[in-house]
């Protein structure tokens, strides 16, 4: 089955550096990989995704990469704010029908943003 | 509803009874899934419902765990013979179709088993 390997496990920047995670998976036939972002106590809540067909992705201060041959995705946030503080969580999907959307998540990574 | 809801949002029992999680998805959502997130951990498949029937039950961790959507609408995680370490937050999820795209997730349900 899919494993979805993530680093760091925690991230410390300054206010208004940029911040990158790193994920990798196992199963080359996954073909969509989403970011959640979870607040403490909070629902994970999705903020980008990215399909197999497409290597980067583009959402104002947040971008996604995936590298297909290497099997690993990355999400970049610039210019960090406060409010960016939370766990990020990277996931991936095989695209079996049987197993419908569900996802296999990364362990998570704990970004905390000082101002 | 708006978005998933999920009952009780806490639960504390002790080791050995029998505790029942709800979720109610999102309405017109096919797909619903059940997940495990213990403390600094990804949440962790146990379940997909496609309509009325499980889909994928590969993630139960053994017979104690059961769950079950009766109409295609809510659902519910039965776990009998709690032991300590199946306290966790279980969450659910729903998603329009199950052929992958985003899952809108509950606020989950705290279970604490002493």
């Given at each position: 089955g899919e494993n979805v390997e993530q680093h760091p496990s925690t991230l410390s920047v300054q206010e208004g550096d940029s911040a990158v995670i790193k994920c990798t998976y196992s199963d080359s036939a996954s073909n969509y990989f989403p970011w959640y972002k979870q607040e403490l106590g909070k629902r994970p809540q999705l903020i980008i995704d990215i399909r197999s067909n497409v290597g980067e992705k583009k959402d104002q201060r947040i971008a996604v990469t995936l590298n297909k041959t290497a099997k690993h995705f990355s999400l970049h946030i610039t210019e960090t704010q406060p409010e960016d503080s939370a766990v990020y969580f990277c996931a991936a999907t095989p695209p079996s029908y049987n197993q419908g959307g569900k996802l296999i998540f990364g362990q998570g990574t704990e970004l905390s943003v000082k101002p | 509803g708006a978005g998933v809801s999920q009952t009780p949002s806490n639960k504390v029992t002790e080791k050995g009874k029998y505790v029942e999680l709800r979720c109610d998805p999102i309405s017109g959502h096919t797909a619903l899934y059940w997940y495990r997130q213990s403390l600094g951990q990804?949440?962790?498949?146990?379940?997909?419902?496609?309509?009325?029937?499980?889909?994928?039950?590969?993630?139960?961790?053994?017979?104690?765990?059961?769950?079950?959507?009766?109409?295609?609408?809510?659902?519910?995680?039965?776990?009998?013979?709690?032991e300590r370490g199946d306290s966790a937050v279980y969450l659910c999820a729903s998603s329009l179709s199950g052929l992958g795209g985003e899952l809108f997730f509950g606020e989950g349900s705290r279970l604490t088993v002493l």
């Open positions: - | 990804g949440p962790e498949f146990l379940i997909y419902f496609q309509g009325t029937g499980a889909a994928d039950d590969s993630g139960l961790p053994n017979d104690r765990f059961f769950a079950v959507r009766p109409e295609g609408s809510v659902s519910t995680l039965k776990i009998q013979r709690t």
